[in-house]
Every structure is written in C-alpha cells, then in structure tokens.
C-alpha cells in the first residue's frame, strides 16, 4: 500500500519477463526433483499423471497467479487485500511468504551440493569412481555442505538486493540457452550408452498398476513445485509486467519450457541410471549427483563437461532462488516498508539458518525421522504436498468466486494473443482445479498418517 507513489520497475522487454519466469521455474525442480520423484514414483507411469496435472491445474493456476499479480501490481499479500479489500484473503498471500521461506531454506541446501559439485568434477570424473559413495560422503559432511550452503545464499542475497530488472533479468539471459544445449549434449551420450533401453522402457513405458493416491499427490505436488505455484511467486513476477502483455501466452511459454527441461532431465538421467550405475531409481534426492557424474565419466573430456554443466545447474538453481527470496522481500518493502537491501539481507540471514538442521538430517541429526523423512525430505513434505497445493487451492477459489473468474479473463485478454483465456478458463478455476486439488490432498494425508 504504501509504495503507491513511486513508480514500480517494469520488465523491460517481454522477453526479459518470460525468461526471468522461466528461470524461476526452470531450477533444482526440473533436473533434480523431477527425476528422483518419477524414479521413486516407478517412472513412466508417473510421468504420464504429472504431465496431466501440468495441462489441467499447473496452466490455469499459471494464468491465474500472473493475472492476479499484473492487476494488483503489488506483492502477494498486497494483491490479496488490494482486491479484496478488509477481507482475511490476504492470510492466502502470508501463507505464500512462509512457503517461499521454507523452501528457499533446504532449496539453498541442494544448490550447494551444486556448487561443490563443480570442485568435485574439476578434480576429475572417471569410470571406476563409486558415485554413490562420493555423493553420501559429501552430504553427511557438516562444515563442507554448511560452507555451499552460505555461499548460495550470498549470491542469492546480492542478486536480490540490486533489484528486479537489473538484477534478475541480466543473469537469466544468456544462461538459459546454454543449460538448454548442455542437456542435449547430456541425452546424446546418455542414450548411446549400451544399456540405455531398460532406463527408457521404465521411463516410457508406463505400468499403471503402481499408481496410488500418494503417486497422484507426488505428481501435482511437483507441478507446484516445478511452476513455482502456489506461493505467489508467480503473482509477484506478473506485478512487474505491463499492461500490453498477453498473459495467456506468456504462461505458455513458461509452462511448456518447464516441462521441456523437465522432460529432457529425464532422458538425460534414466538410460545412464541402468547403463553405467548400479543404482536404484528409488535412490530418493542422491539420483541426480550419482547418475550425472557416472554419464561425465563416460564422455570424452567428461570433466569440462560436468564442470560446466554444474556450474549451469547452479545458475538454474539462482534463478529459481532469487524469486523465491524475491516474494518475501518484495512483502517486506512493500508491507513493511523496509530498505530493499536491508531487508534481502536481514531475511536472507534468517533463511540460512532455518536451512542448517537439513543439512545436518544427514549427520549429526541423522536419528530424526518424520513419516519416514529425513530433515531435508520433511520441509519438502511440508512445503510442497501441504503448503503449495493449500495455496493454490485457495488462490483458485479466489480467482474463481470472489474476484471472479469472468473479471481475471478480461484482464488477461486485455491484449489479445495467440492463447486467449476462454470460458474454459472459468470451468477449470472455478471446479476442476479446486475439486482435484482437495480430494487428492484429503486422500494422500489421510493415507500418509494412516499408513
Ligand atoms: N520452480 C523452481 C524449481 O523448479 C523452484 C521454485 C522457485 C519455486 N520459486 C518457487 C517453487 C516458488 C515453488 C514456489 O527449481
């Protein structure tokens, strides 16, 4: 409310947006999470009920959160309460900013292992290496994976602290296509490896007895998390578009150039997992870190290539990171009218600390156990099977009934464009989304503390 007066930073291209919204939600989502989640979810068939959990509540929600955030201009917290006015809807948009706390925390966590990874490929990668045990001996180390961690967060902090535009944008830019062709490059070797056809029938070849309700769950869970929905991220990035945007392709494009580096993520991954390793697709948050060095290890100039790719993977990781970090000081400068820098740092500060017992879950505090998680698996629990779909839910109902589903398709048609936000819109937000989202979560809970 209280930054009406000064003019708010616009994208300065369209470009600049739907990278910058693609780069918060290509990250850690789509190369590492995605595939451990589809290897313990039994692999295609997984795939196949994410993809569906993409097109029908992922998209939406997508339109939704841009729109929301386009006609606001404001943080989630101030969209909630500038369009409904003395309502409690801004608790949606507060629920948003815890979310994005706890997920930065453990996120940072696994940048960097990103980041020690890059040393470790330096000293080079070789085919009779035993990646499983280098990966379980760097995570359960305390003073190594604590030291990434802070430097993560440094970066993360400096990048939000110089501001929207110069800061995100620039650094989005010409890094995306790289990590883009890298990933090609990763596949090629991938699936040439002899072997590769058992890691590509478990992952095309969906058995479609595995699926339970937990699997339902897993999937829409990763489309929230994979999108960045469900917290505001989304709703944060669309206040700094402007007016002659058309929101139903922008969100196309975000949307189809997540799940294309999701997708290419797993035929990077699977066929090398049954070629040269002799690792398990269930081997839970290590798959990545053990599966992709074991790929270098068989490239020529293997070690280039996977110091490359995890520097890239890292950038990936800093563009999804800084949005997350950029709802909470976005709430902070505009609701609490702090100075930009002080408050990137003050919470960033706040955030690392709350990320220290993941990384400890693997040493010191290896005895906790939550539903069977470890400390790192349960803030992911928590964040993404319970806060991000309850976000979402919510910020459908709203969209939906009482800001109205009619007024958010008009704002998005404001320009028209290739993708515009038919009555089918009003169908999906108003019953679809709702509906699946509730059932799902009520079920998957009910059987998670049931057994
Ligand atoms: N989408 C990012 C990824 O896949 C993570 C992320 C960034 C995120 N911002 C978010 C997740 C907001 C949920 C909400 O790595």
């Given at each position: 409310m209280k930054n009406d007066l000064k003019q708010r930073e616009n994208w300065t291209t369209r470009l600049g947006f739907i990278l910058a919204a693609a780069g918060s939600a290509v990250g850690l989502g789509n190369i590492w999470r995605f595939p451990y989640v589809t290897g313990t979810n039994g692999g295609a068939a997984f795939l196949f009920i994410y993809l569906i959990a993409i097109i029908i509540i992922g998209y939406p929600l997508m339109v939704t959160e841009m729109t929301l955030g386009r006609k606001s201009q404001r943080n989630p917290v101030g969209a909630f309460k500038s369009l409904a006015p003395n309502s409690p809807w801004w608790l949606v948009g507060g629920l948003g900013v815890l979310t994005g706390f706890v997920i930065l925390s453990y996120y940072s966590v696994v940048a960097g292992w990103s980041l020690a990874y890059i040393f470790k490929a330096l000293s080079g990668f070789t085919p009779d290496m035993a990646f499983g045990e280098l990966f379980g001996a760097?995570?359960?180390?305390?003073?190594?994976?604590?030291?990434?961690?802070?430097?993560?967060?440094?970066?993360?902090?400096?990048?939000?602290?110089?501001?929207?535009?110069?800061?995100?944008?620039?650094?989005?830019?010409?890094?995306?296509?790289?990590?883009?062709?890298?990933?090609?490059?990763?596949?090629?070797?991938?699936?040439t490896l002899e072997g590769a056809g058992e890691g590509l029938t478990f992952y095309l070849t969906p058995d479609f007895s595995v699926i339970t309700w937990q699997t339902i769950m897993d999937a829409?869970?990763?489309?929230?998390?994979?999108?960045?929905?469900?917290?505001?991220a989304m709703i944060t990035y669309g206040s700094y578009l402007s007016e002659d945007a058309n929101i139903g392709d922008n969100a196309a494009y975000v949307v189809g150039l997540d799940t294309l580096i999701a997708v290419l993520a797993g035929f990077a991954i699977f066929p090398a997992l049954f070629a040269v390793t002799d690792v398990s697709p269930s081997a839970g948050p290590g798959l990545t870190f053990i599966t992709l060095p074991a790929v270098f290890a068989e490239m020529p100039l293997g070690s280039f290539f996977g110091f490359l790719f995890f520097v890239l993977l890292s950038v990936a990781a800093l563009t999804s990171a800084i949005s997350l970090l950029e709802?909470?000081?976005?709430?902070?400068?505009?609701?609490?009218?702090?100075?930009?820098?002080?408050?990137?740092?003050?919470?960033?500060?706040?955030?690392f600390l709350v990320g220290i017992p993941p990384v400890l879950g693997y040493s010191a505090w290896s005895g906790f156990s939550f539903i069977g998680f470890d400390i790192l698996d349960s803030y992911d629990w928590i964040a993404n099977s319970i806060f991000l779909p309850l976000g979402g839910l919510l910020t459908a109902i709203f969209a939906g009934y009482v800001w109205k589903a009619k007024n958010l398709q008009d704002e998005a048609n404001k320009k028209s464009g290739v993708i515009n936000i038919g009555a089918w819109y009003g169908f999906l937000i108003k019953i679809v989304v709702p509906i699946a989202i509730a059932v799902v979560m009520i079920v998957s809970i009910v059987q998670t503390f049931t057994g």
């Open positions: 760097h995570i359960s180390g305390v003073a190594v994976p604590i030291f990434w961690h802070a430097v993560f967060m440094i970066i993360t902090i400096g990048v939000i602290s110089a501001g929207v535009v110069k800061g995100i944008q620039r650094a989005v830019k010409t890094l995306m296509p790289i990590l883009f062709i890298l990933l090609l490059v990763l596949i090629f070797r991938s699936v829409i869970a990763q489309a929230f998390f994979t999108l960045s929905l469900g917290m505001g709802v909470v000081v976005a709430w902070a400068v505009d609701e609490k009218d702090m100075e930009r820098k002080k408050a990137s740092i003050i919470i960033g500060i706040i955030i």
